[in-house]
């Protein structure tokens, strides 16, 4: 039995979706897309051309929701199957577009750059817990006008793993799907397996801005998921509730599945999402709140209800170092995601409000994740009698541990987790030299960079792909690609 | 084909299978292998693999323990053998071990006591909430090279003082090291005590025990 967690009854998610649709009807969606405005007319929704401003009866989203997959996979570049949006499943991948890193020897958070995403991918890449790779840190000493497209090219050199992604504009959204077609072995056989999905966000609140709405369409009609990160601030952009956020994620995400399935009926989405509450004391956006997993936790069920695939934003911190508050908030928020049964959660590494990724913190979250999965699997019977066959021949002393079963099934039974997590005697620690979690991640991820390799890469697919992004750098006025790649391997070597 | 019943020998150690290794161990006195050979170059390089792959974190706890009781039961096999040919199994020493008394925890103890009879020593397990007497007429019995104190309690530890002094009172002291371990531990209070030697956990302990009776 997976163990879940609700927060709303039947009849709470029917009065959410109730608004929703009275919200979509009558107070419309701004749409600022032209041919996502036609396409909504066309379904018979009431357009205002001047205001861009969209009214969408309930029959129209009804029909699109009919045509939404209620599951599909997306593959690692060997073609497997490795994660699954759809039912309860639940993986966890590395936040993304952190524009700092945390330089983990000086605690300076310092504007990212190619080598800390290659550190970044590569410390991912050797950890289990993540499902997914995302493209975690934006390259800041890389043109914007590519950076969407660059980022996605560091992961695949350096990762095997599917990517949670994202474009920066409609025409590096069709590049990047060209450089994943690479490895799928074309445009048809991409949608059919899809090595990536693109996160799309409309704007608080119910706004689809002009391209994301053009986003959606283009996903949809290159069949590459799309997943929808809606983000109500409850009491900012969104009404201070947390039921008024969940009613507004539900009707910003039904318009642009109305949008997304009218491009094109069939095509993959993903009712997403990075809500969080309002801080009323310094008007920042706590990633970590109790509340802002609770906004996620709802949404996501009443996205369950229509029998959707799932995604949020947990296990990230607002704390500045990776210290308690870091490690309780990203700990409590990845347990409560795992428990609301979210196929995709985001957000590891994360601190700052997701302004600054870690290495150093997605070693340690792992742990967290590593557990939050165990609790999934729950509390499970192994054998024909619970106790009694294992207390044959024990009498009164305490000799389990020389039982064959025991070494057959401990592994099973606990998470074992890496020594980021300090379970050794006090001794054990006064002798390695009083090592805090923070200087057990350093070491830890020295180890696993040691210890990475990177994937094999057909040569023929790297030229292509290389070739491609480079033309793309010189066109952006980037000297050279291979020059700033060349930096990242020499200082990702050096850790 | 010695070689590979030798391999398979570590192997049965490694998979921690009592069954299989007294098995082996029979099949090898009746190929007519000697005894000690079979141990020390059959089921001994298994006991070393095992204790490699607990310190490098690949295995754990009951692989230690059920490798101990492979060696046991392919020991168990093999010891008469040896007598029978009028030999006499080399042993590194003789220790004596057990908790303190008033002290009733066993488990790190005993895996204490199976790592160091499947290092090649003679164990004598006085079990736990053991007198202090009984430490030193143990001792003095089978002539032992080493006594082993555990204690889990920060109350019982002081046990472990007593026990030494009371070897000196036996004027035994000089003739046997003395190693203590337990939870509470540590290495300033093994100092502090006038103890020999001290360590983290079973597979070290074996390394100190090696290192007091080379050290004579």
């Given amino acids: ?495 | 084909m010695t070689d590979e019943l030798f391999r398979a020998m570590a192997q049965s150690i490694i998979d921690g299978d009592p069954d299989v290794a007294a098995e082996l161990a029979r099949k090898a006195i009746e190929a007519g292998i000697d005894p000690l050979e079979a141990i020390n170059k059959g089921f001994v390089p298994g006991v070393d693999s095992v204790g490699e792959q607990y310190s490098r974190g690949e295995m754990f706890l009951p692989d230690l323990v059920l490798a101990g009781e492979a060696m046991k039961a392919a020991i168990a096999v093999l010891e008469p053998e040896i007598t029978r040919q009028g030999g006499q199994r080399q042993t590194l020493g003789t220790v004596v071990i057990g908790t303190v008394e008033g002290d009733i925890h066993d488990i790190g103890k005993t895996l204490v006591a199976t790592m160091l009879s499947v290092g090649g020593f003679r164990v004598y397990d006085l079990g736990v909430d053991v007198p202090i007497t009984t430490f030193v007429e143990k001792a003095r019995e089978v002539n032992a090279d080493i006594v082993g104190m555990s204690a889990l309690l920060t109350t019982t530890m002081v046990r472990q003082r007593d026990v030494i002094e009371a070897l000196e009172d036996a004027g035994l002291r000089s003739r046997v090291k003395v190693m203590v371990g337990g939870a509470p531990v540590t290495r300033a209070w093994a100092q502090e005590i006038g103890a020999d030697g001290y360590s983290e956990d079973a597979i070290g302990a074996v390394a100190v025990a090696k290192q007091l009776v080379s050290a004579g």
Wanted: hydrophobic share 45%; with cysteine; proline share 6%.
């Fill in chain 1, 1 to 495: 039995m997976q163990p879940k967690l609700e927060l709303l009854t039947p009849d709470l998610i029917d009065h959410v979706l109730g608004e929703a649709f009275y919200l979509l009807e009558t107070h419309g969606v701004k749409v600022q897309d032209a041919e996502a405005r036609q396409l909504l007319g066309e379904a018979g929704a009431r357009v205002d051309e001047a205001n861009e401003v969209v009214y969408i009866p309930e029959a129209v989203v009804r029909r699109a929701l009919e045509t939404v997959p209620r599951e599909f996979y997306l593959y690692n570049r060997f073609g497997e199957p490795v994660v699954r949006y759809g039912g309860d499943a639940v993986h966890f991948d590395p936040g993304s577009s952190g524009v700092h890193i945390l330089d983990p020897e000086t605690l300076e958070h310092r504007p990212s750059q190619t080598p800390d995403l290659v550190r970044l991918v590569k410390v991912a890449e050797m950890l289990p817990q993540y499902a997914a790779q995302s493209t975690a840190v934006v390259c800041n000493e890389v043109p914007k006008a590519i950076g969407d497209l660059y980022r996605l090219y560091i992961v695949l050199l350096y990762s095997a793993k599917p990517v949670v992604t994202g474009a920066f504009s409609a025409q590096t959204a069709h590049y990047m799907f060209d450089m994943l077609a690479i490895f799928a072995g074309g445009r048809e056989e991409l949608a059919q397996k899809p090595l990536a999905v693109f996160d799309v966000c409309p704007s608080p609140p119910l706004i689809w801005s002009e391209f994301g709405a053009r986003n959606l369409i283009d996903l949809a009609r290159a069949r590459v998921p799309a997943q929808m990160v809606s983000m109500p601030l409850a009491g900012a952009t969104a009404p201070v509730t947390l039921l008024g956020s969940v009613v507004q994620h539900a009707a910003e995400s039904l318009s642009g599945i109305a949008i997304h399935q009218l491009a094109q009926p069939g095509a993959p989405i993903v009712w997403g999402g990075a809500p969080a509450i309002f801080d009323m004391r310094h008007g920042t956006t706590p990633m970590g709140a109790i509340e802002t997993a609770m906004i996620d936790v709802a949404y996501a069920q009443v996205g369950k209800s229509l029998g959707l695939p799932t995604h949020t934003y947990l296990g990230a911190s607002d704390a500045k170092v990776v210290d308690a508050q870091a490690g309780l908030e990203s700990g409590i928020t990845a347990v409560i995601g795992a428990l609301g049964g979210i196929n995709m959660i985001s957000g590891a590494g994360m601190l700052d409000f997701l302004a600054c990724q870690s290495a150093e913190k997605l070693v340690i979250d792992a742990e967290a994740i590593g557990m939050a999965l165990r609790l999934l699997e729950g509390v499970r019977v192994h054998t024909d009698t619970l106790a009694l066959e294992m207390f044959e021949s024990i009498g009164f002393r305490g000799d389990f541990l020389k039982q064959k079963i025991t070494r057959q099934l401990f592994p099973k039974e606990q998470y074992l987790p890496s020594a980021v997590l300090d379970r050794g005697s006090i001794r054990a620690w006064e002798e390695s030299g009083r090592p805090d979690t923070f200087a057990r991640a350093k070491a830890r991820v020295r180890e696993l960079l040691a210890a990475y390799q990177r994937p094999p890469m057909d040569p023929d697919q790297e030229r292509e792909l290389r070739k491609m992004v480079e033309r793309l750098a010189l066109q952006a006025g980037m000297d050279t690609l291979q020059t700033a790649e060349r930096n990242a391997g020499r200082q990702a070597c050096t850790g």
